[in-house]
């Protein structure tokens, strides 16, 4: 029994021995403090992003009036991506608040034909009923003009957008915006080209600055795309950097100047407006914009 008591006591006094030198490695002298707690990670910020809106107000263009997508040179709001009421389509706001919440808690100020230069009074509308987002897909008639010169100015686009995006926070300043990217319009061209109906449409004045001499392939006509196509990348860039200054703004990364859409997604009244499926395409890209909690 003493023996045992014997080895207790050593195994002990080892025991402390070695805590003790090995606390006296860090040690500068004997008056240092005594070892602190690692201090909790903070808790990551939440997102200001609500991905489940309660309401949905919509301005921008013809596209999201549905313009030319289920009758001849007519507004069809119905199949809009951002709030028609379309079986066929599916829209952002039938997606995110089902189609009777949809008919109810969702409005439609787009305007075919509007510049950037109109979405503040877009946005003026939009506000009057406090939405907690709104969808805005704006750019493609400011560059789709008579001529490359008479393109809406890189500086007068940003100017523009900022001065929406200010008029519906003073106005309400909760809500949320979803930002579309301007399509690709030389691709546009390249689809729609191949058909002989189409390009006799475009005859009658569909965006010449990029769609006039269809065939043309001479390097003036070459020329003229290409300064369409780097304006249209211009203004996307443009969404992109004022949205980034917004807590409450998402730029949709440019997904749908990106889409590789074909002939099925283009108006055959046109060739230049979405189709119904066109619209069901873009209503997709929306949705899962919104829904993503990053």
């Not at 028609?84 to 389509?89: C, K, L, P």
């Not at 787009?110 to 897909?137: K, Y």
Request: proline share 4%; with cysteine; glycine share 8%.
């Amino acid at each position: 029994m003493r023996k045992q008591g014997h080895r207790s006591r050593a195994v002990v006094a080892v025991l402390t021995a070695a805590l003790v030198g090995a606390a006296g490695c860090d040690a500068v002298g004997g008056d240092s403090a005594a070892p602190t707690q690692k201090p909790k990670p903070s808790p990551r910020a939440t997102s200001a992003w609500n991905s489940k809106p309660g309401s949905i107000a919509a301005v921008g263009d013809s596209i999201t009036r549905g313009f030319d997508a289920c009758g001849i040179l007519k507004d069809c709001p119905d199949v809009s991506w951002a709030t028609g009421g379309s079986t066929q389509v599916d829209s952002l706001a039938v997606r995110l608040l089902g189609r009777a919440r949809a008919a109810e808690r969702s409005w439609n100020y787009a305007v075919s034909g509007a510049r950037m230069a109109d979405l503040s009074g877009q946005m003026t509308q939009a506000a009057s009923h406090t939405p907690a987002l709104v969808t805005v897909m704006v750019g493609a008639n400011d560059a789709c003009r008579d001529s490359t010169a008479a393109m809406t100015s890189v500086s007068d686009f940003r100017a523009g957008f900022e001065d929406a995006l200010s008029v519906l926070h003073r106005k309400a300043p909760k809500a949320q915006v979803y930002v579309a990217s301007v399509p690709n319009l030389k691709r546009l061209w390249s689809e729609g080209r191949t058909n002989p109906l189409g390009k006799q449409v475009w005859k009658l004045g569909v965006c010449p600055s990029m769609l006039a001499d269809a065939d043309s392939l001479d390097a003036a006509a070459t020329e003229r795309r290409d300064t369409v196509q780097e304006r249209v990348e211009a203004y996307n860039s443009v969404l992109k950097e004022v949205c980034a200054q917004e807590e409450r703004c998402r730029y949709d990364g440019g997904a749908v100047y990106a889409y590789r859409f074909g002939t099925d997604q283009l108006s055959h009244w046109d060739w230049f407006h979405p189709s119904v499926n066109g619209q069901a395409r873009l209503a997709e890209i929306a949705y899962r914009k919104v829904r993503s909690v990053t």
